[in-house]
């Protein structure tokens, strides 16, 4: 997934929004400011995000990413299982 370190050549780490869901990316020295000013980060829906000093920030970029791609993976993976019961039911009512 291309993000603002491929594009812009920018250290940047993956977030998602505690009140959309949505993903976004903060580049690490606006996420490092805003941990060391107790500030918060905002989704681009303008959702605050609070900063909370978590393991993974201990990672840097690349294996950050990779912690969001698992994460991400892993919902999609529960998606498409809930997807399939649902076929798996309307499949039952047309017969
Ligand atoms: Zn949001």
């Given at each position: 997934m291309p993000g603002l370190t491929e594009i812009f050549g920018m250290e940047a780490s993956w977030h998602r929004c505690e009140e959309c869901g949505l993903p976004f990316q903060v580049p690490t020295y606006l996420y490092d400011h805003a941990c060391w000013h107790k500030k918060s980060i905002y989704c681009p829906y303008g959702h605050e995000n609070k900063v909370i000093l978590r393991t993974?920030?201990?990672?840097?970029g690349k294996e950050q990413t990779i912690v969001f791609l698992k994460k991400e993976g892993n919902e999609l993976a529960r998606r498409l299982s809930a997807a399939k019961g649902q076929i798996t039911k309307l499949k039952k009512r047309v017969k």
């Open positions: 993974d920030q201990t990672l840097d």
